[in-house]
């Protein structure tokens, strides 16, 4: 006697053939399960991105807050803008930048999904010290070990999301990683000077483990504990199998430290081009980011929580809406046939940096907001295309570490630099406090003109670089 169960699951489905006369209900079920599905594996990659962006708002916000508390830092540990540049600047790009290197060796190596899981939770606990510390050597290396857990984020993130997608929507994907940078920084802008706004200016809290604390660095715990949760969510993230790996007589290859920088540097016109170029963006970006609200109180006189929540504003919608369209004309230009397309997006905004010198010389703070959403649009848009650019340009076993040594000359320029020529222009330079417009538009002039050039430099290389590839 045959079961019902045998019988049920034994039912033929008329009109379908495949490679027999028929099949049962159970076999077309799991062959649909089982079959590639491509909409399917592009959803879950969006859901990777997803999940790396909002890493990725979450070590901005780690990083920009500092911004809305110049005046009270400097007040209560007595420093001067320099030193608290090389807070939000030097302390933490130095070493985000040299263990940026040593973990996109890793990443090239090992699971990039575990190395980023244990960077975020690093980050989150080091941004939470920072509520603790006591002296302005404290605070500096609490900063440096923000910026260890910090690197492991964006060069393992970079090869994953390369070996998630097809190279027709890689610099559009790559894009929407790329904006955590400026949503996290608008956002630490904007809620940051809510959170300001509703501190006592003045006095000391009791916060158990940490002691006396100022007020102004409770903060520091309310931005670091999301990303602990952060961390625990990686969980759900599958390792992708890597893509366009170098072979040598059909067998997978793999280099030591010295040949895979021989790889990496084999054009050096067009990687170290598009480098240097978009260093010298992030050089505007982030000396923008970390002196736009103090330039505000003190050019015009807006307390800082009004200048953090307008400049934050304008930075979310100016630099989201500038790298979105930065990958969709990347990957426009690409699928036209112009091999160095993704590099141009970033030769217009070199140009577009130097243009834009004019804006804190506006004696309007409302027209000076206006007019920043060119800059924050412009300069953002390089970075998800020129990055998309360094991916194609290196095989598989070499990208993380390509991507470390592109974040080491980014961040050394942009982060390390950036912050601080405004500052010494203040200080050396000018003299005065109030002439931090001056400095602002130092800062535009050098960034822009070396950003242009770079990426013409780039340009030109890349074009023959991608020929020889």
């Not at 924050?376 to 993380?400: D, H, K, W, Y």
Request: hydrophobic residues 50%; charged residues 15%; aromatic residues 12%.
């Amino acid at each position: 006697m045959v079961s019902k169960s045998k019988i049920f699951f034994n039912i033929r489905i008329p009109y379908i053939r495949i490679g027999k006369p028929g099949f049962s209900l159970l076999d077309f079920m799991t062959r649909i399960v089982t079959m590639p599905d491509t909409k399917l594996s592009l959803r879950y990659a969006w859901y990777v991105v997803a999940l790396l962006t909002l890493a990725n708002i979450s070590s901005f916000l780690d990083r920009q807050i500092l911004a809305l508390l110049v005046p009270f830092i400097k007040r209560d540990m007595h420093l001067s803008d320099t030193k608290v540049s090389l807070l939000m600047g030097l302390s933490f790009a130095m070493f985000y930048t040299i263990f940026g290197i040593i973990i996109g060796r890793l990443a090239d190596r090992s699971n990039r999904r575990n190395i980023i899981m244990a960077g975020v939770a690093v980050w989150s606990i080091m941004t939470s010290l920072c509520a603790g510390v006591k002296n302005y050597m404290q605070f500096f290396l609490a900063r440096m070990g923000v910026g260890v857990g910090e690197a492991t984020l964006s060069p393992s993130g970079y090869s994953m999301i390369a070996d998630y997608f097809p190279k027709r929507k890689l610099a559009i994907a790559m894009s929407v990683f790329t904006l955590g940078i400026f949503l996290g920084s608008g956002l630490a802008l904007a809620i940051g000077a809510s959170l300001v706004a509703n501190l006592p200016k003045e006095g000391t809290i009791h916060i158990p483990l940490f002691g006396d604390i100022y007020y102004w660095q409770s903060l520091f715990l309310i931005i670091g504990s999301p990303g602990l949760v952060i961390s625990l969510l990686m969980l759900t993230v599958k390792e992708p199998i890597r893509k366009d790996v170098h072979h040598i007589a059909g067998q997978r290859s793999s280099f030591n430290f010295r040949e895979s920088l021989s790889i990496i540097f084999k054009h050096p016109g067009a990687y170290l081009g598009i480098c240097i170029g978009t260093a010298f963006t992030a050089f505007i970006n982030y000396g923008m980011s970390a002196w736009m609200p103090t330039y505000l109180n003190r050019t015009f006189g807006w307390s800082m929580p009004k200048a953090g929540l307008s400049y934050g504003l304008v930075l979310c919608a100016g630099s989201v809406s500038g790298v979105l369209w930065g990958g969709w004309l990347a990957d426009k230009l690409k699928s036209k046939g112009i091999s160095n397309g993704r590099v141009r997006v970033g030769v217009i905004a070199g140009v577009a940096g130097l243009c834009c010198s004019f804006i804190p010389l506006i004696g309007n703070p409302y027209w000076v907001l206006a007019a920043v959403l060119l800059p924050s649009f412009f300069l953002a848009s390089p970075m998800g295309a020129c990055t998309t650019a360094i991916q194609e340009l290196m095989p598989n076993q070499v990208r993380a570490l390509a991507s470390a040594v592109f974040l080491f000359i980014i961040n050394m320029i942009g982060m390390g630099m950036g912050p601080s020529i405004v500052a010494i222009f203040t200080d050396y330079v000018f003299h005065d406090e109030k002439a931090i417009r001056f400095s602002l538009v130092a800062l535009f002039i050098i960034g822009g003109t070396l950003a242009s050039l770079f990426y013409v430099i780039g340009y030109n290389a890349y074009k023959k670089a991608m020929g020889k590839v």
